[in-house]
């Protein structure tokens, strides 16, 4: 054994040549055995199988090898490695495989429990269990390769996963909301991240100071607690988007959790900055932290908000509207600048998720009003999809984490129970906030209505972790941030927990078992357990509370009050930014009609129609008007204002939209926009508008040469 050992050192010092190829016998070896010799680094197994079976000579130095005897070992490595590299590719593909099977059934599965009225699972959780079983599968028949493949990548779910998601939210929320509540989704986001770091990072520090859990390093415990202070957006996404829930609170939620998502990276990664020796902390380096801060968050909003610009006038030059059989192409061309933005954004070090977020509420707000009418159902129908699915295999992702990663190596309970108590208390700041935004609104209708008791609980009980703060967590435990075990003890308190003496004995001497490790088990553990537990009782609170939109507006525009005058930056817009992007002029005014009474009809007919296959857009639309003039003509003038009551149209408004739902029987291929300036531009005749506007008549209104 000792000739062998003599051997190899002998292969790492010897300097001699060997003539092959022009290199060195070194180089030729170390390709072999995998040294990091110049540029030479090959993974090498077939020496040491030779030195395991004996079939190594005995050899005092590198000079008794052969050059033949080097070229048949540097031949057989190379032959071994790429049969390895084959069967690592033919797993790989496998696990995309069962991969793509687990978002199967977990649709499958969510889809049985919401037929069933089963919301105590919710379907993330269904997600977790499936990743979880696949992991388990490959950990029981000790197939290391998939486990290897199924490991939660921060690269694939940063650059896949998060960005469709992020943006089809940005796209299709009701961005008038997110900005008139952006004051206290604001303070949640920043100051209430802050806060909840140090709060949670302080209460862990001390509980394993004392020898109640886990004694994690000060600067681990700070680090935890910025990664785990922040809300999940694709957990809330995927639960409050189930539910449907109102719009101002969905704003507030959903821009809460993307925006602390962004300030928990880049507080994590300047806590990181100080776990060096020589790090210090004084006033320079704390303004320094914070103008890294704000120059990531404003520069990434920045280029948001230029690629929408771009995407705006882009389709108003080209005016693709009026040519139908280019929709596909239309919507394929709106995919490249959201993405464009995100990886622009990740080039130059700022935060993609705040750059796509910015990008998509300025193309739901411009672009798309630039949009033909088919491309508008188009597109958000293709980003809807493409959010589906990678929200769902986020889920099965985590899922998987459980066995590629040693979650289940030993986790410490306490350090996970009293984090999860310190995350209670660190959500506490949506009260203080709510206090601060509600002593500033009034309740005379001057001002947005205050943040609600309801509101309030409901906003700190969706505090939901998930993939983000895993993500961040498993960079951690790669890099090995925290690589000792027990960072938060002296070394006279360690090696008394190793021999068994005070109060931390148990938790130093796991084998394997460092902060990061530590760090990483307590995040995946506080994540699931608050998407099982928590996301599978929002329902039930959400339905006692009262906070869900009725389920024919679900998925619905709100409605709009015809006497509110647009003020603040939609007045600004509307008069000066709309007509550089859109084809609105300055006087444009936002749309009365709420958008449900007329396509939730059509919509409806549509479904009846289905099963006979009878279906036709222009049916539908002339069985919801004559559905619509049937109930009308049946209430009196008092009866159908009652009726009318909270859709924001008064009777006359509703006679006038009645008219224009006529005109559509016959106008198919405008839109109720310009429908209704076409009828305008007639004072209000129906017969005279539908002549000015009809394709085969020789001239036609101005408007309808506009639109046409």
């Known amino acids: 054994m000792s000739r062998r050992l003599v051997l190899l050192l002998a292969c790492v010092a010897a300097p001699t040549v060997v003539a092959k190829h022009q290199r060195t ?90 037929l069933r009225h089963i919301h105590r699972l919710p379907e993330a959780g269904v997600g977790l269990i499936i990743g979880f079983l696949l992991s388990w599968g490959a950990q029981k028949f000790k197939n290391h390769d998939m486990l290897a493949a199924e490991q939660f990548d921060y690269e694939f779910f940063m650059i896949w996963l998060l960005p469709p998601i992020i943006f089809e939210a940005g796209f299709n929320m009701n961005a008038s909301s997110f900005f008139e509540n952006i004051g206290p989704t604001m303070f949640f986001a920043f100051i209430g991240t802050f806060a909840s770091t140090f709060i949670v990072g302080g209460v862990i520090y001390a509980a394993g100071q004392a020898g109640l859990c886990y004694p994690l390093g000060l600067l681990a415990c700070l680090v935890f607690g910025s990664l785990i202070s922040a809300t999940d957006p694709v957990t809330v996404l995927a639960v409050f988007q189930a539910l449907g829930v109102k719009d101002d609170l969905f704003s507030m939620v959903f821009g809460e959790s993307v925006l602390n998502d962004a300030v928990a990276i880049v507080l994590s990664t300047t806590l990181l900055t100080f776990n060096t020796p020589d790090a210090q902390v004084d006033a320079q380096s704390l303004m320094s932290a914070a103008g890294l801060f704000v120059t990531i968050f404003g520069g990434s909003m920045v280029v948001g908000l230029i690629y929408g610009v771009a995407s705006s006038l882009v389709y108003k030059k080209l005016d693709l509207r009026h040519h139908p059989e280019m929709v596909f192409m239309e919507v394929a061309l709106s995919t490249t600048f959201p993405f464009a933005a995100y990886y622009t954004a990740e080039a130059m070090h700022l935060s993609g998720i705040v750059t796509i977020l910015f990008c998509g509420m300025i193309m739901a707000q411009y672009t798309r009003n630039c949009f033909s009418e088919n491309a508008k159902i188009l597109a958000s129908q293709v980003y809807k999809v493409m959010a589906v699915v990678a929200e769902t295999f986020v889920f099965v992702y985590l899922g998987m984490a459980a066995f590629a990663f040693p979650i289940l190596n030993h986790p410490s309970i306490m350090l996970v129970l009293i984090a999860l108590a310190a995350c209670f208390v660190g959500r506490l700041h949506i009260y203080i906030g709510s206090w601060g935004t509600n002593a500033m609104r009034k309740t005379d209708g001057s001002t947005l209505p205050p943040i609600s008791p309801r509101y309030q609980f409901l906003m700190w009980f969706s505090g939901l972790r998930g993939g983000v703060a895993f993500a961040i967590a498993s960079v951690g435990f790669a890099k090995r941030d925290f690589d000792s075990a027990c960072g938060g003890l002296t070394e006279p308190q360690l090696k008394e927990a190793l021999a068994g003496v005070g109060p931390w004995v148990g938790y130093c001497d796991t084998p394997g078992m460092s902060d990061s490790l530590a760090v990483l088990q307590t995040t995946l553990i506080i994540a699931v357990f608050t998407i099982f537990v928590f996301g599978g009782l929002i329902t039930e609170v959400a339905v006692k509370l009262d906070v869900l939109q009725p389920k024919h507006l679900k998925g619905k525009p709100p409605a709009v009050d015809p006497s509110k005058k647009p003020a603040g930056f939609e007045a600004f817009s509307n008069k000066h930014i709309r007509p550089m992007l859109t084809f609105d002029g300055p ?103 539908v002549r000015a506007a009809s394709p085969s008549r020789p001239g036609k209104s101005g408007g309808a040469k506009e639109m046409l």
């Open 25 to 114: 016998a070194q180089e030729q070896l170390a390709k072999i055995w995998g040294w990091e010799t110049g540029s030479v680094k090959v993974q090498h197994r077939v020496l040491k199988k030779e030195v395991a079976q004996h079939r190594v000579l005995n050899r005092a130095s590198i000079e008794d090898y052969s050059a033949a005897e080097i070229g048949r070992l540097e031949d057989a490595a190379e032959a071994e490695e790429h049969e390895r590299e084959e069967e690592m590719e033919v797993m790989i593909k496998w696990t995309i495989v069962l991969s793509l099977m687990a978002l199967g059934v977990t649709y499958i599965c969510g889809f049985l429990l919401e």
């Open 587 to 689: 006087d444009f005014q936002p749309v009365r009609e709420t958008g449900v009474r007329f396509e939730a009809a059509v919509e409806s007919f549509a479904k009846e129609a289905a099963p006979t296959n009878k279906f036709s857009f222009k049916a539908a639309v002339q069985m919801a008007v004559m559905r619509s003039k049937d109930i009308k003509s049946s209430l009196s003038e008092s009866a159908l204002e009652a009726a009318l009551k909270g859709s924001g149209l008064a009777v006359r408004e509703s006679l006038f939209e009645d008219t224009i739902d006529d005109m559509r029987v016959q106008l198919p291929m405008y839109s109720t926009d310009q429908l209704r300036k076409i009828l305008e531009e007639n004072d209000g005749n129906m017969e005279s508008a």
